[in-house]
Nanobody, 123 residues
Framework: QVQLVESGGGLVQAGGSLRLSCAAS????????MGWFRQAPGKERESVTA????????YYADSVKGRFTISRDNAKNTVYLQMNSLKPEDTAVYYC????????????????WGQGTQVTVSS
């Protein structure tokens, strides 16, 4: 069992940056692949990025490639999402998620979810 708590969301102007954190508690965090997903009002949850348990492999949605960076610190049981050059269309609730096995961009394959953190980008 893994419990996930996101933090770092907030209001930022377009072009600005935010760093989200996802702190995990429970056993064997370093064996879990992690992902970040987001959901805007009236829209389906979409994949943002994912990272393998080792941190060696990362994956990004085309919409955030070159602007967002996922990383993890297994010693701190934390995964991060650095978001640069933010756009109004990045406004959403951002969720982190964990799964046993390989990293994937499919939200349906994640077993554990945080409660989400709101990111609002003003134009």
């Amino acid at each position: 069992q893994v419990q996930l708590v996101e933090s770092g969301g907030g209001l930022v102007q377009a072009g600005g940056s935010l760093r989200l954190s996802c702190a995990a508690s429970g056993r064997s965090f370093s064996t879990y692949a992690m992902g970040w997903f987001r959901q805007a009002p009236g829209k389906e949850r979409e994949s943002v990025t994912a990272i393998s348990w080792s941190g060696v492999s990362t994956y990004y949605a085309d919409s955030v490639k070159g602007r967002f960076t996922i990383s993890r610190d297994n010693a701190k049981n934390t995964v991060y999402l650095q978001m640069n050059s933010l756009k109004p269309e990045d406004t959403a609730v951002y969720y982190c998620a964990a799964r046993s096995g390989l990293a994937t961009m499919s939200p349906h394959e994640y077993h554990y979810w945080g409660q989400g953190t709101q990111v609002t980008v003003s134009s």
